[in-house]
């Protein structure tokens, strides 16, 4: 049983023995390639938006500089209605602030594998990390108060535990509400992903990429109205990406079907 074990993993082998050689003849036909991506990310503690320029180190390996923002939210968070009114607008019972958190940092990227063909899928790792800061701003609901036992009146509060009940809130207020009260917390963070390059075009980018990310700050995030708000966010996250290569060295090709300038992903750039 141990054998057929071993000749399992070592015939299992031989692919991607394959492709290695294949790799390193494509490394002989290598171009200087920079690049530019923009992502939409989703991720197990909210969503966001992701920037990202790649700066060719050699063949291989690219030195990454990005910037993302994202919707933090957290873990309890439960979309609910006033039961006397359920077609107005939804809330999240007992949340105090709106959160999102900003990114700026540097990594690195790397080619397992590369595109052989045109309709090839090229594998990199990437991992990056920098400082992080978290946005937060108070929400305000529309709370019904009983002026007489056929009227209420509306007042725009904030959250209060010891007060409001859910058939209090009658809505959640304007968003912009509050705007001028957002606080700052500080923080670090790291994200090691892996991404599927499939683009048919060789100056287009379309990418899916996977991973972790790490957010630490330096006290917790209040976000709603318990003790078990948190200062420390790990999360997995899924993306697309989408951007265009720009290689000054290397003249654009001369192919009548791809124009880059009307190309939407070279909107921009």
């Known amino acids: 049983m141990k054998k057929v074990t071993l000749l399992l993993l070592i015939f299992s082998l031989f692919p991607l023995v394959g492709i290695s050689q294949g790799e390193l003849d494509v490394q002989q036909k290598a171009f200087y390639r920079n690049e530019k ?4 990310m989703l991720n197990s503690t909210g969503y966001g938006l992701s920037f990202r320029y790649g700066e060719r180190i050699n063949f291989f390996n690219k030195r990454i500089y990005e910037g993302d923002i994202n919707i933090l939210k957290h873990p309890k968070e439960y979309k609910t209605t006033n039961t006397y009114f359920p077609g107005n607008r939804q809330f999240v019972f007992g949340k105090l602030n709106f959160a999102l958190t900003l990114h700026g940092g ?4 790397h080619i397992i ?3 052989i063909d045109q309709g090839g899928i090229a594998i990199r790792y990437i991992f990056s990390g920098g400082p992080s800061f978290s946005l937060y701003k108070p929400i305000y609901y529309d709370v019904l108060y009983p002026v007489s036992f056929y009227e209420s009146e509306l007042r725009s509060e904030t959250f209060n535990v010891s007060i409001h009940s859910r058939d209090d809130i009658y809505k959640q207020s304007s968003f912009l509400k509050g705007i001028n ?12 992903g892996i991404n599927f390059e499939y683009s048919k075009q060789d100056r287009t ?3 899916i990429e ?3 990310t790490l957010d630490a700050f330096l006290k917790k995030i209040p976000i709603m109205a318990s ?5 420390f966010f790990p999360a997995l996250f899924v993306s697309y990406r989408f951007g265009r290569i720009m290689d000054k060295k290397t003249p654009l090709p001369e192919n009548p079907e791809f124009n ?8 921009g750039y």
């Open 37 to 40: 991506s923009i992502g939409l």
């Open 106 to 109: 540097i990594g690195f990227q």
């Open 113 to 115: 594998f590369k595109k």
């Open 181 to 192: 009260e957002i606080k700052i917390i500080p923080g670090v963070y790291g994200k090691a």
């Open 205 to 207: 980018i379309h990418v």
């Open 210 to 212: 996977i991973g972790i």
């Open 227 to 231: 003790e078990d708000n948190l200062w």
């Open 260 to 267: 880059p300038e009307l190309s939407p992903v070279s909107i």
